[in-house]
Structures are given as C-alpha cells and as structure tokens.
C-alpha cells in the first residue's frame, strides 16, 4: 500500500495533536515539576522533521503558547522555545540521529536547555538557577525524552523515522 | 526521518531565526498590562480548548482521587455548621455589648490551579475561574493554608494569579498579637524550592519573636484582614539600625496547591465612622 505525502502529513498532525491534548489532558495527574513536557516533544518532533528555520518558527508559537499560560516573565518561553526549536532541527541535520538514545538524548537535552534559557530570561536568581538546573529539570528531561522514546517507537511508521537496529 | 540529510543553512532559515528572536525580544520589553491583555486575549481565544482541556482533567482528578478527603471535608463542614448558628449568635450579642461592628463575610469561589510546565509556574498560576464566575482584577486569592496571591487577569472562563513568590507581589502585614506592623514581600536570592517572604518595614524597636503568625493588615484594602501569610523563622538582616527585616516561611506553596478560594470583592476598607453615620 502506498501512502501519499498528504497521508503521511495527516498522520503527523494526528500525532502531534495527540501530544497537544495529551499535554493539557495528563499534566494534572502528576506531578507537576517532573511531568514531561509534551508541547515541548510535540514541538522536537516537528522541528527535528523540518528546516532551522521553521523550527524556529513552530518554537517560538509553542513558546508564545507557553508565555501566554504562565505570564510570569512573557517572552521568556518564546525565546527559549525558539532557540532549542532551532538548534533541534539544526542538530537533526548534524547528528543524524536514527538511533533511539540520540532521539532521546536530543529529547533530554531539549527540555534542559529549554528550562536553563527560561530561567535566564527570567532573571531567577543564581540559587534558583542551580536548584532548578540540578535538581527538577534533569529529572524533567529524563521523562520528557522518555515519553519521547515511547512516542517514537510506537509511531515509528507514521512518523517516518528511521531507526538504526 | 525524511529531511536532514545534506540540509545546509540558508538564508531563508537565518531570516526566520532573526524574525522570531526580534518578536521574543520585543515580548520581553512588552509592558507588563499589555502582556497580561495579549496573553488574556489569546487564552479567551485560540488556547480556549487547551485550557478547558486541562480544566476537565482537573476536575476528574480531583472527583478520582480525592473523593475520600471531600467526603470527610464534607462531614467535618456539616458538624461544625451544627453549632455555627448559636457561634454566630453569641457572637453578635459580644460584639453588639463590646459597640463593635459586624465582621463582614466576603463572598468567595472555589477554583482549580491549572499548573503549566514552565519553571517560572509558581510565580503565577493559571486559575479555573474567570469573568463569567465573577472574578475580576485585583481579587484576592487563598488556598486552605493561607494567603497565595492576587488575580492579575480576568478573561471569561479562566484567570491568572501572581503569587507571593513573584517579585512584583507585596502585602501590608501585621504580626498575629496586632505589636507589628510591616510589609510582606518576596525574598530574591533563594532558590525555588526554598523560597521565603520577608517582612520589610518593622521599626527596630519592635522585636517579633520566632513562630509567630504574620498575617493580612487589611490596611492598604487589597486584601482583607485576617489571612494568614506565613511564620517569622528569624531575623534575615537590619537595615541602618532604624528597621529589621524578618525571615517569613510562607504558609501556602504555589507550586504545590492544587485548589483555591477567590475572594470576589475588591476592597476590602473597614467602613469610615463618617461614612457609616451618612449611610444611616
């Protein structure tokens, strides 16, 4: 059977969809500082299939997403999201990574960057930096990359990836 | 995945990156009442779903899970509403031979917190409740340990709160026995999990001992008198010898509370003597 490039389009937007939802929707049922972040891998998985520049672009909506839900320092989230959406999709360029613990290191490494530049733009103080940044986002990071290997490996075919075995 | 392979940097992608760095700069510098009207717009608007996705799940959370604790919160309610009306009673008939005015009852609406992925969640939180429930700018916001924060932004269904850890948040205070009075804020320099209040402004000559219970002044007529902040832990330093600033532990955790009480009204003034005879 032959799937057209609309097809695969669709499926990837089924995708993704279901990591929007599923953000909003399993966030309350856990807790909150180690919950993965799936707007975060929803935005990953679109910025490592896509150019720089459009990861850029789908960071800083998912970012601006996240500013306008936690007003705290706007901005903040949209330039954090836009520079890990950027050097996601550039990475995906450099790194190859068809491998699942390069996803997931990528995944990982993601959502750590991510927190380190929200919290930078935030103006947190060096004690809440290192508290932050060694304590809750590594943990973050690892269920974050692996809800992201989950991901990957059930939807492998409707996403298109590519796995080394 | 398909791309990737030979993908070089063009100029088209330096362009975007350019573009999207400029609009989040320009975000950052955005007025403060500006973002909060955007961010506003938007969640009344486009994020609308997601927020009532979060709103469902949250409610069936707590059906689930918490069910027991309702119960029993319930059954603890009833038995201490038995003897509420003779308590409201005896109260009035006291205050009426003590020449003392009615304590006023502020109306006041349950709402989930609607935590977000953000590091900086806990220095404003997404609330449930909106213009549509009555909640407006400026209500006071407090969770079943004490004072959490004030609503910053209203739109129809749901609203945004800055807590006590934000750095714009301050509150006038007095300690539990009325000997203090002062202005609560929060303390900069901490890390997350170990963030505290200060109680800035107490003149040198007013000592507070450890433990006691610092809360709501009723002053400023933001927030009504009586909420409970936090507890003094010590002295955190003197300035010029004219003031001392006390370490204040906060009663409620933003990051951790998961339901809230709003208080819909907006000023909470005692009625002026002068004012109360007019209204006679």
């Known amino acids: 059977m032959t799937i057209t490039r609309r097809d695969r389009r669709n ?10 939802a599923g953000h909003f929707y399993v966030r309350p049922w856990l807790e909150n500082r180690i919950a993965p972040d799936l707007l975060l891998l929803a935005m990953l998985i679109v910025a490592m ?81 290192a508290g932050t940044l060694l304590v809750w986002a590594p943990i973050q990071a690892a269920t974050t990359a692996l809800a992201g290997v989950i991901v990957v490996m059930v939807f492998r075919n409707w996403l298109a990836i590519r796995l080394d075995e | 995945m398909t ?17 999207c760095l400029v609009l989040s700069f320009a ?34 959370r707590t059906s689930r899970l918490r069910l027991a604790a309702i119960a029993a919160s319930r059954d603890s309610a009833a038995l201490a509403a038995q003897s509420l009306a003779a308590l409201r009673a005896e109260n009035g008939q006291l205050r009426g031979l ?15 917190v609607l935590h977000q992925t953000a590091a900086t969640d806990g220095r404003t939180l997404l609330l449930s409740a909106g213009r549509r429930d009555g909640v407006q700018v400026g209500n006071p916001v407090v969770s079943p ?18 807590t006590w850890a934000h750095p714009d948040f301050a509150a006038s205070a007095v300690t539990e026995n009325g000997s203090a009075l002062g202005i609560v804020g929060p303390a900069i320099n901490t890390s997350a999990s170990d963030a505290f209040l200060e109680l800035r402004g107490v003149p040198y000559r007013d000592t507070v001992a450890v433990g006691t219970l610092v809360m709501t002044s009723g002053l400023t007529g933001v927030y009504p008198k009586g909420i409970p902040i936090g507890r003094v832990r010590g002295i ?32 909470f003034r005692p009625v002026s003597p002068a004012r109360r005879d007019s209204v006679r």
């Open chain 2, 236 to 267: 955190r330093r003197e300035e010029m010898g004219w003031e001392r600033v006390y370490h204040v532990s906060a009663l409620a955790n933003p990051g951790l509370v998961s339901h809230v009480l709003i208080y819909l009204a907006r000023e």
């Open chain 1, 49 to 129: 299939r896509s150019r720089p520049g459009i990861g850029a672009v789908v960071g800083f909506v998912a970012g601006l997403a996240t500013d306008i839900l936690t007003p705290a320092r706007f901005g903040a989230g949209a330039l954090s999201h836009t520079i890990v959406g950027y050097l996601a999709a550039w990475g995906r360029a450099v790194f190859f990574p068809d491998n699942l613990i390069v996803n997931a290191g990528l995944f990982a490494a993601g959502a750590w960057v991510r927190t380190l530049l929200v919290l930078l733009a935030s103006g947190a103080s060096p004690a809440e930096l």
């Open chain 2, 27 to 60: 975000a950052l510098l955005l007025p403060s009442s500006w973002a909060l009207g955007f961010s506003a717009a938007v969640r009344a608007t486009a994020l609308a779903p997601m927020v009532w996705i979060q709103q469902n799940a949250e409610i069936q």
């Open chain 2, 98 to 112: 003590l020449a003392l005015k009615q304590r006023v009852a502020y109306p006041t609406l349950a709402a989930e």
């Open chain 2, 145 to 162: 340990d004490g004072l959490v924060g004030l609503v910053v932004s209203a739109e129809p269904y749901s609203s945004v709160a800055m």
């Open chain 1, 11 to 20: 499926r990837v937007a089924f995708v993704i969809a279901l990591l929007v």
């Open chain 2, 3 to 19: 791309p990737g392979l030979g993908r070089s940097l063009s100029r088209s992608d330096t362009l975007l990156l350019g573009v």
